[in-house]
């Protein structure tokens, strides 16, 4: 029951209890009378509640009853909070008998516990807290009532049958008077269903029934006692009495300890079932999840093990990102990328194929790549991904983490094929799973319930999560749980198997979760360097982690040869042209070395360096087909006579100038080839250096992000509802506008009865019609009226707002609240 009635007398503490005489208690009584505490409570457990908000406390009592809201409030229970709510839901269905609902005491009863004596806290008042606290259930009396959708979302609750009423209430009226004459022949009820119905509501008269009907049919309610409480007879609804009962079926059918609810299915009565079980509606009745089981490790192993591997994930990242910036991968057909492709970024980012769809899945998630605008699209960075390389390192992971825990792609799907036959690609569709960012949170939720370095194993780790989401287990489920650890370990949210401590302030909403998990992170993570160590073999070593300026220019004077606990970069001669071609000169390469390395620069490398400046610019190409131009004649000489050149067709028009058939581009980099040095210029004869053209893509507008409301917006959404709820239940005296005549006349007596009400400075009841259609309640405090609106401060939105009067429906004076 989910009416919208006024909130007059339901505000006290008792809730529904405090309701005005003669007026049935209501869910949304019930809901109203919560504090906003409460209110801001059930928000945040159910967050679908309040997207949108609702206008009032009745729109929320309706959306909470609603069957997909309480299927997703079902899907947050444990096991034994589950079996609690199967229990009210049994007990206090309002088909068995009046008053409606379930006494605490018979729940605790029903489920083999001790009824609580109100000194303590037991498993059995915190599991009913909780069911309260999610409004799956509220009190009436000193009864707890089930919401009414749970009675079609559990049909059989404790895999008990419907309620005898329920059952006799489907059958020919002939059959509940046959029954109803053979078990009370002398009944003054008015109907032979509620004649039945009040017999076996009686344990005795049940026990007595039972014991009328010989070993074989007891056998058959034994069967049944336990669930499910349905069996399978044919012609189950053949027309039998008492005298003309032979079978152990027709003697429980004559009695009506079985009901036919087919043409050939019989269903156990609930109450039958309850005193087979003697009051006991579970066999196996588990307070407590199972106990974990597995290895022991240190927590310093594990915070060590996952900072590595989230260091590794930001250098892959970076590596990957910083070549497409200048060689981007092509986007296949379907969106997607192709495995060509897949095996290039991997290689780039010194991992494997799989590994590398889950990078390349969070960081699209995370909006640092996206694609271009061209027919023949490339993926390319985007211009977050500038942002994001300057931030730390720390802050750099968490974007990436919250990005793979709020995003629904699965990259472990990559290269299995849909129902069609078509195989999925990374960054393609059919990787979109909606349970995957759910089935991350869980895992992650039930490592953290392990404690500091316990790394479960997966049987221990499986039969807890059973526990605490039941109604979640599924082989999608299972293999989507499966996929969540092996990226959790590949993106440094676990280490050996244990959550990592960084990782459990994002599993919270408290709104300063990512700055505890970056404080916790950068503690473990290397810290940057500003050296590095350069050795007589050409090489410079990178003990940890770069800083970014040094990062930088050392990726653009040298190669990375190799990764791991330390890099190690190669000086070649194309490493030094690139850093030159780039605008540095040879006394800025230098500098830079001699400032940053702890060991002396060596003579080889000052060599290698001076020699590739020295050549680097002597020759200069030009479009005219494409010319060379040297202050030096003899090098123009000998390159005209180097066989290896013949093919650049190469002919000396002067002795500083050689043209060729070949365009500028061709020429250069054939040149080089070769082991010159030439340098493109202008027409104005100056140099053209510049580094590779760098471009970017724009987000991709789809990429999904976790979005939990925050705690501030919760009680922002139960403000608005007090306040719309205020707006539709206040009492108010309707102010009486003309029904007829012109629309200018109606609109003029609201602008006067509007314009009285700004001058007085009291508040106002408005009905009014939005931009969409929909007729809104609002309560005002109206401050100007002019040209046509209503300028006033709108106590549901808490903000002021202009109304066009022609939508104002109605005006109502308020009623003056009694002191």
Sequence with gaps: MTDNARPGSGRGTDGPDSESPGRPPTFTAWLRSRSDAELTALLNARPDLAQPVPADIGALAHRATSRNAALRALERLDRFTLQVLEAVVA??????????????????RGLGLTPSDGRGRDPLDEALDTLLSLALIWPDH?????LQVLRELLPHPARLGPPTRALLAALPHGAAKRLADDLVPHSTANSPVETVATALAAPARIAALVDQVGASARRLLDNLAWGPPNGTVSDARREITLATASSPVETLIARGLLVATGDDT?????????????GVLFRDVSTAPPAFEGGQVSPGTVARAAAGQAF????AVEELLERWSQEPAAVLRNGGLGVRDLRRAAHAMDCDEDTAALYLE????????????????????????DLWRERSPEHRWLLLARAWLGSDRVASLTGSRDAGGRVRNVLGPGLVRPAAPQARRDLLTELGSAGPGLAPDRVSL???????????????????????????????LTGVGALAEHTRPLLTHDENADEEAA?????????????????GDLTAVAPGPLVTELARELALTADVESTGGATVYRFTEDSIRRALDAGRGVADITNLLERHSRTPLPQALRYLVSDVGRKHGRLRTGSAASYLRCDEPALLTELVADRRATDLELRLLAPTVVVSGLNRAALTERLRQLGYHPVPESGDGTMRLSRPEVRRAEPDASSPAENAPTTELTRAAVRALRAGDEAANIARIPVSLPQGGTAGSRASAVMEVLSEAAAAERRVWIGYTDTDGRQVSRVVEPASVDGGFLTAYDTTRDAVHRFAVHRITGVAELEAAPD
């Design 312 to 315: 590794t994930v930001l250098r």
């Design 91 to 108: 007990l206090g269905d309002d088909r068995l008998s009046e008053p409606v609902g379930a006494p605490p005491a018979d729940v605790a």
């Design 362 to 385: 969070v960081v699209r998630a995370a909006g640092l790549i996206g694609t271009d605008d061209r027919v023949s699209g490339e993926w390319l960075p985007t211009r977050e991904y």
């Design 266 to 278: 019989l269903t156990l009565p609930r109450e039958v079932g309850l005193h087979l079980r003697s």
């Design 519 to 535: 404080r916790i992170l950068s503690a473990e993570l290397p810290q940057p360097l500003d050296y590095v160590l350069v050795q």
């Design 142 to 146: 000193g009864r707890l009532r089930p």
């Design 462 to 492: 499986a039969a807890r999560l059973a526990w605490h989401r039941p109604r979640r287990q599924s082989p999608v489920y299972t293999e989507l749980v499966e996929a969540a650890a092996t990226e959790a370990a590949a993106l440094g």
